[in-house]
């Protein structure tokens, strides 16, 4: 109560009205309630099933033995940052200045708020497709941007396409933020698409986000480095880490590579609220590029076993699913049982144990559907198709 009037208060009132706008996110409520439930199969969280490979946990623990465990630059080490630099080109084509062309952050999810917070203005819209990755929405608002969704569509393989991009864009269009392969999705795009995309971005001058988190899980095609297309460099932010190829979630280790006054921009960001990338993470991460190619066509070969498994069992329990050729999430059409893809998810749950996430969650062009991370064990896989056959032969539709 106040002294003067005696009426309640509620702390509520001293939260910030661009943190109002923020809503809580779509699968919250979903993991609350997975909580509670034993002997759970989970295809919800976007998570290698691996452990982080033991030379890079040595390399690490090599640098906190021998004292280095003090800031960095607020660049990061100059040694990662010089072979991140030498692995961007020697995959795509593109050089960037390690000196003053890339910041590591504290995982590609830092990199994003930075990103957003150096390019944008209040008010200033950013053009994404739908569905896409939980984050992207709540990010931009944050920064004080308009989040404007670009509809996407299962008939199209969930590729962003030109026309409706280029219908979406206003006088206030700022950025486009790109990413691919996409959560919750898995659809890819080749060099056609985006060369289509860029010159909507190019005609209207548009700054360009590009998240390529998942770029070395690529199982069908090659990936195409957004930055590598004619004229893009200059315009384009691009997104890294070594969270899914390199099975590192918990290093929260990413980087950002772009032309130095934007890099300088990000870095400014960046050096007041986080300093640096923590140190043993980033020694971790030149063990990862240094030894680890190895280990990432291992575990691609495996996610592709694992992909082809899933995609083919919705199929066979009678859920249509187009071909994820990127990351490992696939994305089932769940209609035919006519459940929304919340009461899919939540019913999926309590009656057989299985945890997927609500495409809904991801916006409203992912209503529908739910999203399957194949990150988990093969067996467990195989475990959760066969409970899942038998919810949809309970609930399909008539």
């Known amino acids: 109560m106040t002294a003067e009037t005696g009426t309640r208060t509620s702390p509520d009132r001293y939260i910030s009205r661009r943190m109002q706008a923020v809503p809580p996110s779509g699968i919250r409520r979903f993991f609350d309630l997975l909580s509670t439930i034993e002997d759970v199969i989970s295809l919800g969280v976007g998570e290698p099933d691996y452990v982080t490979p033991e030379p890079f946990r040595r390399a690490a623990i090599a640098s906190i033995e021998r004292g280095d465990t003090h800031y960095t630059s607020n660049y990061g080490l100059l ?4 072979r991140l630099a030498a692995h961007i080109e020697r995959l795509y084509g593109v050089r960037y200045d390690p000196r003053s062309e890339i910041v590591v952050t504290s995982g590609s999810s830092e990199g994003l708020d930075i990103a957003m917070r150096a390019l944008i203005d209040p008010g200033d819209e950013v053009l994404c497709a739908d569905p896409s990755y939980v984050a992207y929405m709540p990010v931009t608002v944050m920064a004080g941007g308009v989040f404007v969704p670009v509809p996407t569509r299962q008939e199209d393989d969930f590729r962003l396409l030109p026309g409706p991009l280029e219908a979406a864009v ?56 957004f930055a590598s297309l004619p004229g893009m460099r200059e315009r384009t932010v691009l997104l890294g880490g070594f969270s899914k190829a390199y099975a590192m979630t918990g290093w929260r280790l ?32 030149i063990a990862a590029l240094d030894e680890g190619e190895a280990f ?15 995609v083919d069992g919705f199929r066979a329990v009678g859920l249509p699913t187009f071909e994820p050729r990127g990351a490992f999430y696939a994305f089932p059409d769940i209609r035919v049982t006519g459940l929304t893809s919340l009461e899919f998810s939540e019913l999926l749950l309590t009656e057989e144990r299985v945890a997927v ?20 064990g093969f067996e467990q896989i195989e475990r959760a198709l066969e409970r899942i056959g038998r919810f949809v032969q309970r609930h399909r539709a008539g």
């Open 296 to 310: 990432v066509t291992e575990m691609v070969a495996e996610y592709n076993r694992r992909r082809r498994l899933i």
């Open 254 to 285: 990413g980087w950002v590579a772009a032309p130095a006054p934007i890099a300088e921009a990000l870095m400014k960001v960046h050096q007041y609220v986080m300093m640096s990338a923590p140190t043993a993470s980033q020694y971790a991460a």
């Open 79 to 82: 040694e990662l940052r010089e």
């Open 357 to 376: 996430v609500p495409g809904s969650a991801f916006g409203a062009c992912g209503e529908g559907h739910v999203r399957a991370c194949y990150a988990s």
């Open 170 to 225: 206003t006088p206030r269009s700022r950025v486009l933020l790109l990413g691919y392969p996409a959560n919750p999705t898995g659809a890819t795009m080749s060099r056609e698409d985006l060369a289509a995309v860029a010159e909507v971005a190019e005609r209207h001058d548009l700054a360009v986000i590009s998240d390529e988190l998942y770029d070395r899980m690529t199982y069908e095609g090659e990936h195409t480095c």
